[in-house]
């Protein structure tokens, strides 16, 4: 142990660091309490300050006393099973639980791929029939041992080609097979025949035949696509001013044409088609056509033959 004035000073020393180290737990112990007073002043509780006072903590008591207590869950009556409110009850639960599954999201359909050369079924239906049951027609089928032909009432140059060849024209897109389809696409066919050298029969009545040939084209049947191809060029050879007058109608007739143009032909190599005359291959047809157009339609008509068949080709250009 230190003797003399050298241990007094180092024992004054130890006293003043004492305290130094007992002022920091005092601090540290107030600023606690602080602390818990205020958490006890929110929650209601007693402090623990030093400050607190007996008004204080009756005041804290009072607070405490006043609060509410907390409501109790009423259990609900049962009902009499059987009875009419039961019933009622159940009905109600077994709507909303109908409501709820109807407002469920439904799952969503895979969409089909669309086909572009299926046939279109939603093409208005053609008229000819009707009017052929009622007579209204100047022609009947006769059953000849060719086959069938048909019979007409009077010479064709006296009939009017402005009434006639349009419903000829709407029937062509009737069943094949039927009677219907056979006196459209002949009456067509002879009615355009007898026209050859008169333009004044066909000239006026092309712009009331585009209408039926859109639709007829619109069906997208291989058999009744050909049948147009055919009229289409039958009309060219009747007059050399029809190619010009087709020309403003490309837009209603090129679309669906270039469609099967587009599709290509069957590539057979060295063997031989013997489905000929009742081949569904539209490529050739439909080239031959696109040709004659182009022949008959003056200097503008392959520009406007271009801009509806993209791939096509003149078979003039030098």
């Not at 005092?26 to 309490?33: C, G, M, Q, T, V």
């Not at 002043?41 to 009756?58: D, M, N, V, W, Y």
């Not at 026209?195 to 585009?210: M, N, P, Q, T, Y």
Request: glycine share 6%.
């Amino acid at each position: 142990m230190p003797t003399g004035k050298d241990g007094l000073f180092e024992l004054k020393l130890r006293k003043k660091l004492l305290s130094q180290q007992l002022s920091v737990v005092d601090d540290k112990f107030d600023r606690l309490n602080r602390i818990m007073d205020k958490k006890l002043t929110i929650k209601g509780g007693r402090s623990f300050s030093k400050e607190s006072t007996p008004l204080e903590t009756a005041k804290r008591s009072f607070r405490n006393t006043s609060e509410p207590e907390p409501k109790k869950l009423m259990v609900p009556q049962t009902t009499i099973p059987g009875s009419k409110i039961d019933l009622v009850r159940k009905r109600n639960v077994i709507r909303r639980h109908n409501e709820m599954e109807r407002r469920k999201p439904k799952p969503k359909a895979k969409m089909e791929k669309a086909d572009p050369f299926a046939i279109n079924t939603n093409v208005p239906t053609s008229l000819l029939p009707r009017r052929y049951t009622r007579g209204e027609l100047p022609c009947t089928v006769e059953h000849r041992s060719s086959g069938l032909a048909l019979s007409w009432m009077c010479p064709l140059h006296n009939l009017d080609y402005e009434h006639y060849l349009p419903i000829f024209m709407d029937g062509v897109r009737c069943a094949e097979g039927s009677v219907h389809s056979f006196i459209a696409r002949q009456g067509v066919y002879e009615l355009i025949q007898d026209a050859a050298g008169h333009s004044d029969r066909v000239l006026d009545v092309i712009d009331l035949c585009v209408l039926p040939l859109r639709y007829s084209l619109s069906t997208k049947r291989s058999d009744v696509v050909l049948a147009v191809v055919n009229i289409i060029k039958q009309l060219c050879t009747v007059h050399p001013a029809v190619g010009p007058r087709l020309i403003p109608h490309y837009r209603q007739i090129l679309g669906i044409l270039n469609l099967f143009y587009c599709k290509g032909g069957k590539n057979l190599g060295d063997a031989m088609d013997y489905k000929q005359f009742n081949s569904d291959d539209l490529v050739v047809p439909i080239a031959e056509v696109l040709e004659m157009m182009e022949r008959t339609g003056g200097p503008n008509a392959f520009v406007n033959i271009k801009f509806m068949v993209p791939t096509y080709t003149s078979a003039f250009a030098n």
